[in-house]
C-alpha cells in the first residue's frame, strides 16, 4: 500500500459586485478615446467578460478565503477540527504578522491545524502550495488532511490608470482540501516541474517602491501599487507547454492521456497557443476566465472547481495543472484523481 | 539505500551597524524615565547586548539575504548553477510581486534554480521552510540542492516608542544549503512537529491596521507600523518544551540524547525554562541573541551557525530546531547531521 495525496473537495468564493467590459472601456475612454479602444482590444484578446471586485473595507484575502474554506469543507463532508494544517497562497496579505493562514485557522475554529503558514509564489502560489502540501503529506504521518486556500485582492491595490490591474483582474478565493489514502493504485499528486527566469523580474512589482519605502511621504502614492509592464507572453507560453509535456512525458503519459489541463486563467489567447502547440484538444482546457477575470493565485482552480461542479473529471483521470508568477517562475503538476 | 537531506552548509549576515542595550535605554529614558528602567530591566530579561541595524536605504531583506547566501554557498563550496530551489523567508518582504527569492536567484546567478517561493510563518519561518524543503526533496527527484535563507528587517518597520521592535530586535538574514544524499544511514532531516493556537492572534500586528487600509491618509502612521503588545510567554515555553520532547520520543530519542537544540533566539529566560522542564543541560541550547538581538525567522539558524563554526556538531549527532512564530505556530524539527 502507498500513500496517494487526493483532493477531497474544491470550494470557491467570488464577491457578489460583478463587472462587466464596458464599465472598464468606458472608465478608459474617458481618460483618453484611444486607450479606451486599446483596453477593448485587451479584453478581447484576453477573453474577459466579466469579473468580481471585492467589496472593501467588508472584504479582503481572509474573508475571501473563509468563504471558499466553508465550501471545501462542506463539499468534502468534513469538520474543520480534522484539519491538520493549513496553508495560504497570496500576493495580496492583509497582514504579513500574524500569517493570514493564522487567522484562517481562528475563523473556521479549526483547532487541531498546526502546520499553519502564507505562502508567495504570485500567481503560480496556489499550484506550488499544493505541491507542497502534498509533500509534507508523504514525509509527516501527522498529516492526514490540509487545506490549501489561494486568494488575491489585486484590484484595490492597483492603479487606475493600468489596463492590466484595474480592469483585467478580478478578485476570488479557491480553496481545495487534500487527504492522505491508503492506496495501491498509482493516485494523487504524481510530480512537479518547476521552470523560472528572472529577466521580467521587474515588470511586474508590488509595491513599486519597495516595501520598506512605503512610509516615505515623498514618493507619490502611484509608487506604492502595483506595477504592470506588458511584455511579450510568448516565452512563457511556450514554457508551459514544455513543462506541461515534461511532467506527462516523464511520468509514462503522453500528453494526449491527459484528461484534462487546468491552466493559468490570464489569456484564453495563451491557452490556445498552448493547445496548439501540444496539439492537445482545447475543450480540454478548461477556461473561466471570462468569468471571474484574471484571479491569480486561484485562477487554475477556479477553473477545476467547474470542472468538479460539471463532472468532468472521473477516478483515475490524469490531469494537469500549470501556471505561472511574476518574475516568471511556472510549475506544472501531475495528479491522478482518485 | 534511502534518501537523506542534510544540512551542507549555513552562512549569516548582519549590517555593520552595531547598537548595544545603553543607547536603547537612553531613547526610552529620553521618552520618560519610568521607560527607560522598564527597557533595561526587559533587555537583561531578554538576555541582550547588542543587535545589528539594516543601513536603509542600502541594505534590505534582500541584499542581506544575498550576503547570507553567498556565504552558505561559500562554505559549501558549490557554484550557484548547482542550486535547484530557493525558498526566502521572511515577514518583512521587499516586495509581494515578484518574489523575493526570485530577486535573490537573480542576483545569485542561480540560473537552475526554478522551484524558487517566498514563504512567512513570522518567527518559525525559517524552520518551516527547511522543513518544507526537506519534504520537496525527498519527494521530487529534480530537487538535490535547495538554499534556504531567512532575512529579516523589522526595526525599520517599527515603532520609535516600541520597546519590543525598536530596541530587542535586530536585522539579520541566515541561509542553508540542503542537499540530497543516498545513505544507508539515518540521517539528515527526520521528522517535525508543529504546534498553533490562535489566541493570541491579534497581539503581534503588522501593519496593524491591515494592509488594504495603507493607502488610507487619515489613518496615522503608527497604525502602519508594528504592533507588539506584550503577552504572557509561559505557555509558548512549555509548548516548546513540549514538541522539543515530542519530535524526539516519537522518533526513538529521549531528551538527554539530543546533542544540541537551537530554540528561538528571543529571550535567554525563555530558554532556561525550557532547559529546567526538560531537565536538559543548558549549554546545549546555544544562545546567539545577546549578539544579534532578536533576528526573528534566522534566529535558530544563527545559534546553528555558531554551533557550526565552533566544531560543536559532528557527524550522527542529534539535533532539534525549534522556533515560534506570531499567532500562535511554534514547531520542532528532528535532524542527524550528516
Not at 459586485?17 to 472601456?25: D, L, R
Not at 472593501?56 to 474543520?80: C, L, Q, R
Request: net charge negative; with cysteine; charged share 20%.
Amino acid at each position: 500500500m502507498n500513500k496517494g495525496i487526493v483532493m477531497k473537495s474544491v470550494g470557491i468564493y467570488h464577491p457578489e459586485k460583478k463587472i462587466g467590459n464596458e464599465s472598464f472601456i468606458n472608465h478608459f475612454k474617458n481618460m483618453d478615446e484611444t486607450l479606451g479602444e486599446r483596453v477593448s482590444h485587451l479584453l478581447t484578446h484576453l477573453g474577459r467578460q466579466e469579473r468580481y471586485i471585492a467589496d472593501f473595507p467588508n472584504e479582503n484575502v481572509i474573508t475571501m478565503a473563509i468563504n471558499a474554506s466553508k465550501s471545501a469543507i462542506e463539499k468534502a463532508g468534513i469538520d474543520p477540527l480534522e484539519l491538520d494544517g493549513i496553508i495560504f497562497s497570496t500576493d495580496t496579505p492583509e497582514y504579513t504578522s500574524p500569517s493570514n493562514a493564522i487567522l484562517l485557522r481562528d475563523a473556521l475554529e479549526a483547532s487541531n491545524a498546526h502546520t499553519v503558514y502564507d505562502l508567495n509564489a504570485n500567481c503560480v502560489g496556489m499550484v506550488v502550495a499544493v505541491d507542497q502540501a502534498q509533500a509534507l503529506m508523504k514525509c509527516n504521518k501527522r498529516l492526514k488532511k490540509i487545506l490549501v486556500v489561494g486568494s488575491t485582492m489585486i484590484h484595490h491595490f492597483g492603479l487606475e490608470t493600468d489596463p492590466i490591474t484595474y480592469g483585467a483582474l478580478g478578485d476570488a478565493a479557491a480553496a481545495v482540501i487534500l487527504e492522505t489514502v491508503e492506496t495501491d493504485k498509482q493516485i494523487g499528486f504524481i510530480d512537479s516541474v518547476y521552470a523560472t527566469r528572472t529577466d521580467l523580474r521587474d515588470y511586474i512589482l508590488m509595491p513599486e517602491c519597495g516595501m520598506s519605502n512605503i512610509y516615505d511621504s515623498s514618493i507619490p502614492e502611484e509608487k506604492k501599487r502595483w506595477k504592470w509592464q506588458p511584455f511579450d507572453t510568448e516565452e512563457p507560453e511556450s514554457r508551459c507547454g514544455e513543462i506541461i509535456k515534461q511532467v506527462l512525458n516523464e511520468n509514462g503519459f503522453a500528453v494526449c492521456q491527459a484528461n484534462m489541463i487546468f491552466m493559468t486563467q490570464f489569456s484564453e489567447d495563451a491557452i490556445k497557443n498552448v493547445s496548439n502547440a501540444l496539439d492537445y484538444p482545447l475543450e480540454q482546457f478548461k477556461y473561466v476566465g471570462n468569468q471571474y477575470g484574471y484571479t491569480g493565485t486561484s485562477s487554475p482552480f477556479m477553473a477545476y472547481y467547474h470542472a468538479i461542479t460539471q463532472e468532468q473529471i472521473k477516478e483515475n483521470d490524469v490531469v494537469v495543472f500549470c501556471s505561472v508568477g511574476s518574475g516568471l517562475t511556472a510549475a506544472s503538476l501531475l495528479y491522478i484523481a482518485g
